[in-house]
């Protein structure tokens, strides 16, 4: 019988690799309640019309990478539906701040995400179908503040704290303003114009995009093709007073803060409800995938989906490629654990449970052994997995004295039960 495995794109997270995962949510979640935002979880689906709106039926995520489906009526009551499994958080997010009426509140939302999304894209190192974000959601009425460069910058520099407490040396934030829709507009016109004379010499997409979408020319990754689009007019050039002095607002308290990031001219979303402010966090590590995370501002999206005016900014990061930076680093090594307990013989092992369970209440990390393993059978599980084994025999027992051996130095010393946390707690001597 052939054996099912797990879907392509998709993946088991074992341990220790999990620890990792666990201390990189636990730190966004302490950051995340510094800065006062609080927690968002929407479901995993939702209606197709969701993203087709939400993220634009024109981008290659709702064109050519959602998982859609034609969930069947069960009660007359019911209609066929088209739903869709999450692509991203942010549609979901704005969603339910409309049917929520959050925006009522007058007060400006402050939302965190971290959870499951899904795409059709094409696997390798990096990119995943199911993949897990950790992103969060700046949303209010104009009256809340919301449309404030302060609200950006701030935003920002979360993130440069963010990624500094996870460990995360050498990103960069990539850094652009893209203005208002009409701005984008002009824009686009200035750049087909430009692209009329240079585009001949160029890759076949961009020959087609320079007609159909010259935006997505900025996108092109083509070796060939880069000096001439760096030679093209930048996105600064066409912006209006007010889509000038706002991201002029974002770079001032970006420096004042001393958060460092660079220009990134070529930094373009197409779709109408991104406005201002877009970025990027990137790692030299990541190889071809090297999207930290992406976010903007998006203030036209709650009115695409049917809702009241409310200007947000938020991003998206990607938390699997957090795990692989980290990974990459060697910070990533997992802590061994404090102590492998061996028993001598069977009869200690309930003795060998109490001893466990005093220093696992102490906080320790340890690792029960068995009485029924030979003694070498244990001493090579616990070198594998702890710093330190510890002896319980029966004299070990009846004196209160137990052996403990270091791994690293091949230290052995009898150790009264009273001080074992304390010197199982303590570094290794070498
Ligand atoms: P986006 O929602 O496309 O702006 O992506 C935001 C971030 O999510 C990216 O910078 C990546 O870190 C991460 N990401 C997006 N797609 C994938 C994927 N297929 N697999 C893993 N991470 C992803």
């Known amino acids: 019988m052939t054996t099912v495995k797990a879907v392509r794109g998709t993946r088991d997270l074992l341990p220790p690799e999990t620890a990792l995962w666990n201390r990189i949510e636990a730190t966004a979640r302490a950051v995340f309640a510094r800065y006062n935002f609080g927690e968002i979880r929407t479901p995993v689906f939702e209606d197709t019309a969701l993203f087709a709106r939400g993220v634009g039926e024109e981008t290659d995520i709702v064109s050519k990478e959602m998982y859609t489906w034609?969930?069947?009526?069960?009660?007359?009551?019911?209609?066929?539906?088209?739903?869709?499994?999450?692509?991203?958080?942010?549609?979901?997010?704005?969603?339910?701040?409309?049917?929520?009426?959050?925006?009522?509140?007058?007060?400006?939302?402050?939302?965190?995400?971290?959870?499951?999304?899904?795409?059709?894209?094409?696997?390798?190192?990096?990119?995943?179908?199911?993949?897990?974000q950790i992103g969060a959601e700046v949303i209010g009425p104009t009256s809340s503040g919301s449309e404030s460069p302060l609200r950006d910058a701030e935003v920002l520099e979360m993130l440069a704290t963010l990624l500094d407490e996870l460990g995360i040396t050498g990103w960069t934030l990539h850094i652009n303003s893209v203005g208002s829709a009409a701005d984008r507009a002009r824009y686009n016109e200035v750049l087909r114009e430009a692209l009329v004379p240079v585009a001949p010499r160029m890759c076949v997409d961009c020959q087609r995009?320079?007609?159909?979408?010259?935006?997505?020319?900025?996108?092109?990754?083509?070796?060939?093709?880069?000096?001439?689009?760096?030679?093209?007019?930048?996105?600064?050039?066409?912006?209006?007073?007010?889509?000038?002095?706002?991201?002029?607002?974002?770079?001032?308290?970006?420096?004042?803060?001393g958060v460092p990031y660079t220009r990134n001219h070529r930094l373009v979303r197409g779709l109408d409800y991104y406005t201002r402010t877009t970025f990027e966090f990137t790692h030299g590590g990541l190889g071809a995938q090297n999207a930290l995370l992406g976010g903007?501002?998006?203030?036209?999206?709650?009115?695409?989906?049917?809702?009241?005016?409310?200007?947000?900014?938020?991003?998206?990061?990607?938390?699997?490629?957090?795990?692989?930076?980290?990974?990459?680093?060697e910070a990533a090594r997992p802590e061994p654990r404090h102590a492998y307990i061996a028993p001598l013989g069977e009869a200690l092992n309930p003795a060998a449970l109490a001893l466990a369970r005093e220093l696992r209440r102490g906080g320790l990390t340890v690792e029960l052994g068995d009485g029924n393993f030979r003694l070498k059978k244990s001493f090579e599980a616990a070198e594998k997995t702890a710093r330190r084994i510890v002896i319980l025999g029966e004299d070990e027992l009846a004196s209160g004295i137990l052996t403990v051996k270091e791994f690293a130095t091949g230290i052995q010393t009898k150790v009264p039960r009273s001080d074992l946390p304390a010197v199982l707690a303590a570094p290794v001597s070498a």
Do not use: W
């Open 209 to 257: 995009r320079a007609v159909t979408n010259p935006l997505r020319v900025l996108d092109c990754k083509v070796p060939e093709d880069q000096p001439i689009i760096e030679a093209l007019p930048k996105i600064a050039d066409s912006l209006d007073e007010d889509s000038k002095q706002h991201f002029a607002g974002v770079i001032a308290a970006l420096d004042a803060a």
């Open 70 to 132: 034609e969930d069947r009526a069960r009660a007359q009551s019911e209609k066929t539906q088209s739903l869709t499994l999450r692509p991203e958080n942010t549609a979901g997010v704005v969603r339910a701040y409309i049917e929520h009426k959050l925006g009522e509140t007058g007060q400006l939302q402050k939302l965190f995400y971290i959870g499951p999304q899904f795409r059709r894209e094409r696997p390798q190192k990096g990119r995943y179908r199911q993949f897990s």
């Open 296 to 329: 903007g501002r998006y203030d036209g999206l709650s009115e695409a989906i049917g809702g009241p005016k409310a200007p947000g900014i938020g991003f998206a990061m990607g938390e699997d490629r957090l795990v692989l930076t980290l990974q990459a680093q």
